[in-house]
């Protein structure tokens, strides 16, 4: 039972500990992020090729699968 208590006291201060790192950072996060006009570019071409790579691959499954059900057909 005092192991089960010193695990839940050992989480919730890790717990405590990461959220008030993470609102010390959400502050002043733009200090640390450089943020320029080259940053507004990667995040278009990170959620393009989000978008599109599943989009291609898609495409392609769904051709070979319909070449090959017409083999398979004859």
Known sequence: MKLRRFIQSIFFSILTLCGSISAQASVDSYRYLHVN?????AIFVFIFCL???PMVLLI???????TKKDDDDE
């Open 51 to 53: 978008v599109f790579v």
């Open 37 to 41: 006009i080259d940053t507004t570019w």
């Open 60 to 66: 392609v499954l769904h051709w070979w699968h319909a």
